[in-house]
C-alpha cells in the first residue's frame, strides 16, 4: 500500500499550555486553510506522546504511538517538509517521571525509570529514557540554521505599548560569577578535520593503569568538520561553588545558579547536583551513605531529595540537619516564593536563558525567601557564555533600564544545523569513572583530543559540520542585505571553537565582497555594542552559535518586548523546507495551573499566528499555490489587527484569555480575506464567514467566558483526555457552528 500523501503544512502537538491552546486554534487553521486547498496535519513530539512510542511491546493496538519525531527527522530533510513547531518540553528526569507516572495512571504498561540500572534490562530501559529527556526533539529536527526575529507588527506593538522595566541603581550588588579555570570554556581543544583524518573515531578512557574502555565508537565525520572536545574538573567546580555560598552570605545578597539542565541533559544535571551538594554539604558529610542507600539523586534537586528524606526511618533528623544548614546559608533565590520553590528545587525550574533575562528586566532583582525582591548572585558555572550576561548587567548599572518604547531590535542568525556545537553533544558527554586521560582517536591513527581527566570530571565532545557553517555564513549575508543593519558575529578569537569558525566566515565575507559590511566581536564587546546600538534606536544581527541563538534570544526579545514567545522563528532547512518556530514556553506550566484552577488561559499565540503566516507563504512559493499566498498575507493582517485592538490575553479571570484571541483572530482573519481583492474565490468564501462572526461576537464572547472563575478538568497534565482539552478549549457552540 502506497504511503498516504504529506499534508502540505504539519502542526505538531506538543505539551503543556501551547498544546492546550491548540485545541481551539488549530481547528481554525484547518478551516481557513481548506478554502485554499492546504492540508494540514499533526505529528505527536509531546513528551508523553514520544514516551508512548518508545515502549510499544506491552501497550494495547490503542494505546500504541507511531514515533512522529523520527518520522518528522526524516520529513526536515526533505524539500516537501513545511513544520509548525511549538515549543516542547526537554524534560529533566524529574519532568520524565512524572509524566511517565501519569501515564502508568491511566493504564499504560510502562516500566519505571531505573534511576540506577543494575541489570542488562534495566539498562537497555534506561537508554530508551535517556533518547526521550533533555533536548531529545531539536536536535533531530533542526536540519537547518536560524532566521529569529520580531515580527513587525510586534516590535511595533511592543514600543507603541511599552512593558514595564524594573529600575536599575548603579550600587546594586547583582553580579555574574563564573569559573576562572578548570571549565568547559578554559579546558577547550577544537581542530578542523583535513580529508586525512576524516571518517571513523572513537573515544576512549585510559585509566592510570593502561586500561583502555571505550565510551563511545563508530563516530563518523566528513572533512571539514570542526570537533570540539573538552572537560569540567569536578574539584575546580565544587571549589567554586563553596565560595560562591561563602561569597553571596558575605555580600548579603541572594545565591542563585543557572544552567541549561534540559538542552544539555547529561553535564547541566550533573553540575546542578553538585549544587544541590555543596549548599547542603553539612547534611550530606553527616548523612550522605544514608542518603545515597535511599536512592537520593542531588541531580534532581532538593524537592526530590526531600521527598526521599519524608520516607527515610530518621528523615525527621535529617530534615532538621537540612533546615539547620538552609537557615546557616545565604538565603536562596525563589522560583516561587509562595510555594517554597528554591531555586535548588528542580534542575529544569532555572533555565540560564529565560531566568537571567527575567533577572535584568526587573532590575538586577530575584526573590528571596521572604517574598521580597533583592539583589542576586547570578551563578553561572562554565564561562563560555558567562560574560554577555555579565556585561549586560555592568552596562544597566552604568546607564540605566532600556526604554522599549524607543529601543531598536536584535535579530538573530544562529549556527544550529545538523546538530550544530554543544547542543548536540549528548551522545559523546560523559561522567569520568576513573583517574587518566579521555581522547578521540581518528581511523588514521591520529588522536585528535586528549586530556586528563579525574573521577567525577565531565567530558564531552561536540561537531560543527561544514556544511552547516558555510549555510549559516550565507545566510547572515542574506539577512544583512535585506535589513541594511549592523551585524556582528559573536565569535571570540581566543576561544579554540571559535577560532576554527573564524576561519570559515573570514574567507566567505570575502569571497562575497562583503567583508565591510560585517563586524566580529567576543560576546562581552558584541553585547555592549549591540546594546548601545539598541539603545540608540537603531537595529543589529546578531550571528552566533547555537547556545548563544539561544541565550540572546531570550535576552534581547524579553528586554524589547517583555517576552520571547512572540518572536518569529524561521528555519530555512538545508534541503529546502521550511520550519517555523513559535517561540519559547518556559512559563507554560504556570499557565497551565491557572487554566485548571481558573479555566482562564493566559497562553499567547502570537508566536503561532506570526509562525502561520511565514508558512502559508513558504507554502505558497514552494507548490505554487497563490491562494495560500493570499492566506499568510491575511495572517499578517489579523495579527496586527489582534495586536492594534488589545485582544492579547491578560492575566486575570474575566479578561481577555487565550480563546477570546483565538477569536478575533479569526474575526480578523476572515475580515482580511474578504476584504481583498486577489482572489474573488477567497472573498466569497470568507465574507459569510467575516458576517457570521461579527454579528455574533457578543453571544461567541459569553459563550466562552460562561466557564471562568471554576476549575476546569483537562484530564491530565502531560497525556490530556482530548475531548475534556476540547470541551475546555472550544465552549462556544455558535463559533464552532460557524468555523466548523
Known sequence: ?????????????????????SASLLPIIRHFAS????????????????????????????????????????????????????????????????????????GYDIPDYPEDPQSDEEKAIRARFDAIKGSAVNPVLREGNSDRRAAIAVKNYAKANPHSMGKWSPDSKTCVTTMASGDFRSNETSATLTAAQAGAARIEHVAKDGTVTVLKDKLSYPAGTVVDATFMSATALETFLAEQIEASKRMGVLFSIHLKATMMKVSDPIIFGHAVRQFLKPVFDKHGAALAAAGVDPNSGLGALMDRVAEMPNGAAIAKDIADAMADRPPMYMVNSDRGLTN?????????????????????????????????????????????????????????????????????????????????????????????????????????HRHTVQAGDIWRAASTRQAAIEDWVKLAISRQKAEGCQAVFWLDETRAHDAQLIAYVKPMLAAAGVADKFIILAPREATRLSLETIRRGENSIAISGNVLRDYLTDLFPILELGTSAKMLSIVKLMNGGGMFETGAGGSA????????EENHLRWDSLGEFC???????????????????????????????VLDNNHSPLPKVGQTDNRDSHFYFALYWARALAAQTVDADLAGHFAPVAKALTENEATILAELAAGQGKPADLGGYYHTDDAKVAAVMRPSATFAKIIG
Do not use: W
Not at 36 to 46: E, F, N, P, Q, Y
Not at 50 to 77: H, N, W
Not at 363 to 388: L, M, R
Open 589 to 596: 506550566p504556570k499557565h497551565v495551573q491557572q487554566l485548571v
Open 35 to 106: 478554502a485554499a486547498g492546504v492540508s494540514v496535519g499533526t505529528k505527536d513530539i509531546s513528551l508523553a506522546g514520544r514516551i508512548i512510542a518508545a515502549f510499544p511491546e506491552k501497550l494495547t493496538a490503542a494505546q500504541r504511538q507511531p514515533d512522529d519525531l523520527a518520522e518528522l527527522g526524516e520529513l526536515v530533510k526533505t524539500p516537501v517538509a513545511n513544520v509548525i513547531k511549538l515549543p516542547n518540553i526537554s524534560a529533566s528526569v524529574p519532568q520524565l517521571v512524572a509524566a511517565l507516572k501519569e501515564l502508568q495512571s491511566q
Open 611 to 641: 509562525a502561520l503566516g511565514e508558512s502559508l507563504k513558504f507554502l505558497a512559493e514552494a507548490k505554487g499555490n497563490p491562494k495560500a499566498r493570499v492566506l499568510g498575507d491575511a495572517v499578517d493582517v489579523a495579527t496586527q489587527g
Open 1 to 21: 500500500m502506497a504511503n498516504p500523501p504529506v499534508p502540505d503544512i504539519i502542526y505538531t502537538k506538543v505539551d503543556e499550555a501551547p498544546q492546550i491552546a
Open 344 to 448: 535548588l528545587h528542580v534542575p529544569s525550574d532555572v533555565i540560564i536563558d529565560a531566568s537571567i533575562p527575567a533577572l535584568i528586566r526587573a532590575g538586577g532583582k530575584g526573590y528571596g525567601p521572604d517574598g521580597k525582591a533583592a539583589d542576586t548572585n547570578c551563578v553561572i558555572p562554565d564561562s563560555s557564555y558567562a560574560s554577555v550576561y555579565d556585561e549586560a548587567i555592568r552596562y544597566f548599572k552604568a546607564t540605566g533600564a532600556l526604554d522599549p518604547s524607543t529601543a531598536g531590535t536584535v535579530q538573530n542568525v544562529g549556527l544550529m544545523a545538523q546538530k550544530a556545537e554543544e547542543y548536540g553533544s549528548h551522545p559523546t558527554t560523559f561522567l569520568i569513572p576513573a583517574d587518566g586521560t579521555v581522547r578521540m582517536v581518528l581511523a588514521n591513527g591520529d588522536v585528535l
